[in-house]
Every structure is written in structure tokens, then in C-alpha cells.
């Protein structure tokens, strides 16, 4: 856990790993188009192969464009400093996002605004949220600007001891993985607010708080992009 006098990572260290991380979510929709496209070019593949090369192509496509929408919206530098972002845009890239897993999304929150660092840390927690459901659930997602809570239940629920350390703001061996839900709990305590999560059998809950506008204190990894 990180003491009130550990200091918090450089915004060099955490561009890298944010650079890290997005490499990571593209390198196999964009390896799998590559492959597809590479039996699309050799005249010794049949009809039925050439099909499901196109097939590859069309998902691989879509995936990485999903990906790079959810990217830019959740470490990009949407709207300019100060910006208010739509929850609906939120939604709208989440749910192109959570077609390639396994649990379903129930958004609850009704259309409205709020400030972009309240957005992006609501949408890597949701993203966080479906990898804690590996075998498939529902993630529900309620709240008004300021305060959110995300619950995760399904088959198996699974929660990873090195997300829980970058939700706490510990950054010993930050790994690119689980940098977003670091800054996003950074840009949280900022505010006077923090992220908390709640462990039950089948269930997991995420709860965000903002307690002021916070789109000024932001550090400059989490807007940078």
C-alpha cells in the first residue's frame, strides 16, 4: 500500500507504461488482420480458407477499432483541459468494448456531463470491472456525477492482487496493465475522493468518488495523448 510520503511515479514512467498498455490490447487484433491478410496473399489457400481469412479480418478490424476508441477517450486529452465529457459517449464506447467479452454491461447512469477525469477513471473502471468476470457476467454501473459504483457478479469473480495495489496508489512494480487504474485513483485522491472496493462471494463492487471538479488536478500522464 503507498504511504501519504511515497511518492507518486513521474509522468515519463507513466507515459511509457500507458504506451505499454496500449500496445498490449492492439498487438492481437492487429497480429490476427496481419495473418489474415497474409492468407489472403498466397495463391495456394482454397476458397474456404480465403473466406475465413475475410472473416478474421472483419472481427480483427472491428476489435482494434474498438480498442482505439476506448484508448483515446479513456488516456487521451479529450476536450482540452477543463473539458466535460458525456456519460452517453462513455456508454457508446464501452459498449463497443464489451462485445469482445464475456460479461454483459447494464448501464444505469442517466445522460447528463461531467468532468473528463471523472469519465476516463469511470471508464477504466468499468474495463476493469469485465476482466474481474473472465467466465462471463454482469456488470452493473449506477450513479450520479461525483460518486459511482460499479458490481461486478458472475460465475467466477476474480480479482487481482497487483489491480487492487494501483487502485491503492502503490506503484511498487506498476505493471502497464493495471497503470490506468493507478492514475485514475490518483486523479481520485486529488479531489479528496478515492476509489474503494468491496469483496463478497460471486461479487465484487468498485466504488469511485469524486468530491470536486477535478479537471484541473489531473496529473499530466492522465490527460497527455
Known sequence: ?????????????????IS???C???VNPVGALASGLEVLADPSMDAGMKEAALDLIK?????????????RLAYGASGGLGAELPFEEARHVLEGLFVWQKATLDWRIAPGYAPK???KALLVLVAAAGDCAPRGGEIVVEGVRGAYQIKVTGQRVIVQE???RALSRDATELKPKFTPHYLSALAARQTGGG???AREEGSVTFSLRFLADSAQSAPAALTAG
Open 24 to 26: 498490449h490490447d492492439l
Open 162 to 164: 497487483d489491480m487492487l
Open 1 to 17: 500500500m503507498s504511504s501519504p510520503q511515497e511518492p507518486d511515479l513521474d509522468a515519463v514512467s507513466l507515459s511509457a507504461l
Open 59 to 71: 472481427s480483427s478490424a472491428e476489435k482494434s477499432v474498438a480498442v482505439l476508441k476506448y484508448a
Open 117 to 119: 477525469d471523472e469519465v
Open 195 to 197: 476509489v474503494e472496493v
Open 20 to 22: 505499454s498498455r496500449i
